[in-house]
């Protein structure tokens, strides 16, 4: 269907250079999206980008090392997405924070961490990203959770606090922008590893997600994508403030 298609779409993305980014700046590039991608890690971690350029042609696709935990960095990047593009129809936020510690003994810098870069992150990315989009005439934001936002875990208070804050404030976000035709969604993942991590993951993973979901193993990142490129196409056009859990049936 032309609708689920992402054709001439500019979709900006952060976290572009982890496992679930990269493959999402693929399969959007795939679908006829134009990328705008975003991390913290600098141009030399995306040698396969000159390979995308050359497939998909010099106009569909721009890298920019954006901390999505600084304002002047956010806005730069929108402001560099308008020059480049002249409007932006969706963003996809992926970039996250995750120290792990308990509560007794997490420290209160890695709290506070955890806390900037998954919840304040998403405040920054959404505000900047629905501002060009307002003048572009509407769009979808979608935001990525996790299953540990709803589901407690040792070791896990900050992440955890993190993503359930940012479950709600994209509920409120969706609210704010309706009248300006701007969508807001959040995808919720459970476990899922890139392809090469799947290929020799071992045993006892293996075991482990057969005793906690129902599909009873790990899921693919494009598992968690092609939920986010549906909430970003035209088919979820009446889709908003919604959460979609893409978890493989996790229940403990």
Known sequence: MDSMQLNNKVILISGALGAGGRAAVNLFLERGAIVAACDIKSEQDFPEKNLLLERYGSGRLLYKRTDVCKEEDVKDLVELVEQTFGRLDGSYHNAYVNKVGTIANQSLQDWEDNIRGTLTSTFLFSKYAASLMMKSGGGSIVNTSSVLGTMPRIGNGGYGAG????????????VEY????????????GDFKSDE???????????MM?????????GRANEINEVAAFLLSDAASYVTG???PVTGGIWK
């Open 178 to 189: 309706a009248p300006y035709g701007i969508r807001a969604n959040v995808v919720v993942p």
């Open 242 to 244: 919604s959460l979609y």
């Open 163 to 174: 993503k359930a804050g940012l479950e709600h404030l994209t509920r409120i976000i969706a």
């Open 197 to 207: 991590v799947l290929a020799n993951i071992g045993q006892q993973h293996m075991d």
């Open 210 to 218: 057969k005793e906690i979901s129902l599909l009873g193993r790990s």
